[in-house]
C-alpha cells in the first residue's frame, strides 16, 4: 500500500543522514581524491532510470546468469543478510561459486580445508589472519558460510596478499580470478565484494573486458541506493518497494534506510576506536551520544520533550553491569535479567532510566529508547516482570518500542504468525525457545478472540520460567507495533491519538481495557506483512 509522502519528514532524515557522515568525517577523515574518484564513479549508476522491480524477477535473472557482483557494506550486518537471503532463494541443486572478497585468494588452500570441515572455524580464522587482514565482525559473514558448505558451493578468495591503496587494483586482481573460474566451470559465480566495487565501470567491466564477442552474462546487485531511497520517499512509496531495477540486469535491494547503514558504521568505528583506549583506561565503549540521538530524533518526530538527563546506557562488556544489575533489580529480577543478558536479550529499567544494550545494533538500541521515551510520557516506573499479571502490559511496552524502532528503520519487520508457527514446526520438544513460541501463539489466539468474538478468555498455555513470558511478549509486541506504524504512517492515526496512546501507564487502573481497545482498532490496519520466505 502506498502511503502518503510527508516532506518535512523526508527533510528531517535528509539531515540526519548528512549529520551521521559529518561525524564519520571527523572520526574517519576525508577521503583520498582517487578513493572519492572512485566512489563518484560509482554513485554515477543511481543516475540512471529506474523502475519497481520484485524479488520474483530478481531471482529469474540471477538463475539465468554466469555471474552475479553483489556489493556489500562491510560493517553493516543486513547486507550480508540480505545476500543470505538471496542464496537461500536459489534452487537447493544450484551450484554456485562463491567468490569472495573477504577471503586472501593465497590462503585458498586454507579456504578449501575450512569448506571441507578439515579444519575448525577458530583454527581456520587464525589460519588467514582474519583480525589482521579483514576485522569487521566474522559474526555477520558465518551464516553466508555456514550455507555455502551445507549446500557444497565451491568459496575463494579474491583478496591481494597486500591491502592496495587504490581499489582498481583490487578490480583488476579480482578479474582475473574470476576470468580463471569461469573458464572452468559452468557454476553460477556469486561475487560478494565492496559497494563500490560493484559499480558497472569497476569490477564488472575490469571482469568483461577479457572477453571478446559473446560475453558472460552478468548481474549487478547493489544494495541501498540513497539517491533512490529517497526518490521513493518523496512519491511515499519507501516502506513498500523492496527491490528496483537500471537494466535489464542490474539491480538494487533496498534493504535499509540510507541513515541505519551509515549510523551503524559510526557505532563500529567508534567500538574500534574505543579498543585502543581500553587498554589504557579499562572503560567499556560509551553508546550513550547514540542512544541519546535517537531519543532527541523520536521527540522531534513525535513533537514532544524527552529528556534524557537521567539517561544511563550499558553493555554486557561494561565493568560495573553486575553492580547496576544487584543496585536496582530484586534478586529474582536480578537473575532473570542475568539470564536476559546470557542470551543476547536487551531491557530497560525505568526506575533508574538505565538502558542494557546487549546487542550494539541500531534496532535493539532504537527499541530501547522507545521504551524511554514511551516511560518518561506515562511516566512509568516499573519494570513489568510480575507474569503472568504484567504480559499484557509488556506486551504493549514492546509494542512501543518496535514502533517507534519503525521510526528510525521502517524497513525492520516482525516476525509473522506464519513465521512463528514454522519455527515450532522445525523444533524439538526440549528445544531452548520453544515455550515462548507456544505462549506467543496461545496468546495470539486469545487475543482475536477477544477482537472478534468480544470474549475476554484466560491464557491456557503456561510456560515453565519468566524468560518465556518476556521473549513471547517481544514477538507480540512486535506484531502489534507492526500494525500501530502502519495505522501512524498512513494518518488513520493521527500524531496526536499516538501520544495519547503513548501516555497511557501499563501500571495505572483501567490499562486493561484500553489495551484491548487498543488491539480492536489497530487489527483494522492489519499490514499486508510478508513471512520471512517472502522477504529480502
Same mark, same amino acid.
Given at each position: ?67 552475479? $557482483?553483489?556489493?556489500? $557494506? ?68 558465518? &551464516? ?205 529499567? &525505568? ?39 504484567? $504480559? ?132 483494522? $490496519? ?11
Amino acid at each position: 500500500m502506498k502511503l502518503p509522502s510527508d516532506p518535512k519528514w523526508v527533510k528531517s532524515r535528509q539531515r540526519l543522514l548528512h549529520q551521521i557522515k559529518q561525524q564519520i568525517k571527523i572520526r574517519y577523515g576525508q577521503d583520498t581524491s582517487w578513493i572519492g574518484a572512485y566512489q563518484k564513479e560509482y554513485l554515477r549508476d543511481f543516475y540512471r532510470p529506474w523502475r519497481v522491480s520484485n524479488k520474483s524477477e530478481l531471482m529469474e535473472q540471477l538463475q539465468s546468469s554466469d555471474i552475479v $557482483f553483489g556489493g556489500d $557494506f562491510h560493517p553493516f550486518s543486513q547486507a550480508q543478510r540480505t545476500h543470505l537471503k538471496i542464496l537461500r532463494s536459489l534452487p537447493a541443486r544450484q551450484k554456485v561459486v562463491l567468490a569472495l572478497e573477504i577471503f586472501p585468494a593465497k590462503e585458498q588452500e586454507q579456504i578449501d580445508r575450512y569448506a571441507r570441515n578439515e579444519i575448525s572455524e577458530a583454527e581456520f580464522l587464525e589460519k588467514i589472519s582474519w583480525e589482521e587482514n579483514w576485522g569487521f565482525p566474522w559474526e555477520s559473514y558465518r &551464516p553466508i558460510l555456514e550455507l555455502a558448505k551445507k549446500r557444497g558451493f565451491t568459496i575463494i578468495g579474491l583478496h591481494p596478499e597486500n591491502h592496495p591503496e587504490n581499489p582498481k587494483n583490487f578490480d583488476s586482481f579480482a578479474s582475473r580470478i574470476l576470468k580463471k573460474v569461469y573458464h572452468q566451470t559452468n557454476d553460477l559465480i556469486y561475487v560478494l565484494a565492496g559497494d563500490f566495487h560493484v559499480g558497472r565501470n569497476h569490477l564488472p567491466k575490469s571482469f568483461l573486458s577479457h572477453f571478446k564477442g559473446d560475453s558472460p552474462k552478468e548481474v549487478i546487485l547493489y544494495l541501498n541506493s540513497e539517491r533512490t531511497y529517497f526518490q521513493l520517499a518523496r512519491r511515499g512509496m519507501e516502506t513498500q518497494i523492496d527491490v528496483v531495477k537500471f537494466s535489464r540486469r542490474h539491480f538494487c535491494v533496498m534493504g535499509s534506510p540510507p541513515w541505519v547503514k551509515w549510523q551503524s558504521y559510526l557505532m563500529y568505528l567508534e567500538e574500534n576506536y574505543d579498543v585502543d583506549l581500553e587498554e589504557d583506561f579499562d572503560e567499556s565503549i560509551d553508546y550513550l551520544d547514540h542512544v541519546s540521538s535517537l531519543i532527541r530524533l523520536i521527540g522531534r518526530d513525535l513533537g514532544v520533550e524527552v529528556k534524557t538527563d537521567r539517561l544511563q546506557v550499558f553493555t554486557p562488556e561494561s565493568h560495573n553491569i553486575e553492580s547496576v544489575i544487584k543496585t536496582y533489580l530484586e534478586k529474582d529480577q536480578a537473575s532473570l535479567a542475568q539470564e536476559l543478558l546470557e542470551t543476547n536479550r536487551s531491557f530497560f529499567l &525505568p526506575n533508574a532510566g538505565i538502558i542494557v544494550l546487549a546487542q550494539t545494533s541500531l534496532n535493539h538500541a532504537a527499541g530501547l529508547a522507545g521504551q524511554y521515551v514511551h516511560a518518561q510520557l506515562c511516566r512509568r516506573k516499573n519494570l513489568m516482570w510480575a507474569m503472568p499479571n504484567d $504480559f499484557n502490559a509488556l506486551i504493549w511496552i514492546e509494542a512501543v518500542g518496535f514502533f517507534v524502532s519503525k521510526l528510525i528503520n521502517h524497513k525492520r519487520h516482525a516476525q509473522t504468525l506464519t513465521d512463528l508457527k514454522d519455527q515450532l514446526e522445525v523444533m524439538h520438544p526440549k528445544d531452548r525457545g520453544r515455550d515462548s513460541l507456544l505462549l506467543a501463539l496461545d496468546q495470539r489466539m486469545k487475543e482475536l478472540v477477544t477482537i472478534y468474538e468480544d470474549v475476554s478468555i484466560e491464557t491456557s498455555y503456561k510456560p515453565s520460567d519468566l524468560a518465556s513470558y518476556i521473549e513471547a511478549a517481544r514477538f507480540l509486541g512486535g506484531m502489534m507495533g507492526e500494525r500501530l506504524y502502519l495505522a501512524y504512517r498512513s494518518r488513520r492515526l493521527k500524531r496526536v491519538d499516538v501520544i495519547k496512546w503513548l501516555s497511557k501507564s501499563p501500571e495505572r487502573k483501567g490499562f486493561q481495557g484500553f489495551y484491548e481497545e487498543a488491539l480492536k482498532k489497530l487489527e483494522s $490496519f492489519k499490514p499486508q506483512t510478508k513471512s520471512r520466505k517472502e522477504r529480502l
